[in-house]
T-cell receptor
Framework: DAGVTQSPTHLIKTRGQHVTLRCSPISGHKSVSWYQQVLGQGPQFIFQYYEKEERGRGNFPDRFSARQFPNYSSELNVNALLLGDSALYLC?????????????FGPGTRLTVT | SQELEQSPQSLIVQEGKNLTINCTSSKTLYGLYWYKQKYGEGLIFLMMLQKGGEEKSHEKITAKLDEKKQQSSLHITASQPSHAGIYLCGADWEKSSGDKLTFGTGTRLAVRP
């Protein structure tokens, strides 16, 4: 089975621009979460979607938005990019296995804002 | 997050040596997750602990949860170069069942051959 896939792998944008990151979960996984990982830090939770509904939102400004599609893939959108948005953006999908929601992470999208 | 502290921040060990990484939560844990990350890549799930006193093993890696201290320790026995990477603990404080985790800053492990 294919793992979680994310596109693009790398991206360079200029301050003020808009970016869309994409994620395809593992087949059969209905929950998708997004995390931001700044260099040298642990991942920070941004959003969680389940069955196309937002189930959780982290402490991020309204410039960040996301959605989930009927096929459970997801997009993360960031408007008015700032230098501080430069990070590795991780997507994770999850399933219930033995009573535990085990999250599987994608390889991430490396966003650089100049 | 300072609400979830990992120690040490980095570690260099000789191949074959044992090591321990700690993760301490300032809030009550519903679940504690351990992940490994190769530099700049996605996270790999290692194990998840829910109950106080619970201990789980995966190959040469063992993790325990001390409910009284709200602390988990990850122990690697006879370390190998393949163990090198960043070890991250993730806390589930909201019974989100693991979909919304707060991560520590990670422990960077290097293993010298």
């Amino acid at each position: 089975d294919a793992g979680v896939t994310q596109s693009p792998t790398h991206l360079i944008k200029t301050r003020g621009q808009h970016v869309t990151l994409r994620c395809s979960p593992i087949s059969g996984h209905k929950s998708v979460s997004w995390y931001q990982q700044v260099l040298g830090q642990g991942p920070q939770f941004i959003f969680q979607y389940y069955e196309k509904e937002e189930r959780g939102r982290g402490n991020f400004p309204d410039r960040f938005s996301a959605r989930q599609f009927p096929n459970y893939s997801s997009e993360l959108n960031v408007n008015a990019l700032l230098l501080g948005d430069s990070a590795l953006y991780l997507c994770a999908s999850s399933r219930l296995a033995g009573g535990i929601h085990e999250q599987y992470f994608g390889p991430g999208t490396r966003l650089t804002v100049t | 997050s300072q609400e979830l502290e990992q120690s040490p921040q980095s570690l260099i060990v000789q191949e074959g040596k044992n090591l321990t990484i700690n993760c301490t939560s300032s809030k009550t844990l519903y679940g504690l997750y351990w992940y490994k990350q190769k530099y700049g890549e996605g996270l790999i799930f290692l194990m998840m602990l829910q109950k106080g006193g619970e201990e789980k093993s995966h190959e040469k890696i063992t993790a325990k949860l001390d409910e009284k201290k709200q602390q988990s320790s990850l122990h690697i026995t006879a370390s190998q170069p393949s163990h090198a990477g960043i070890y991250l603990c993730g806390a589930d404080w909201e019974k989100s069942s693991g979909d919304k985790l707060t991560f520590g800053t990670g422990t960077r492990l290097a293993v010298r051959p």
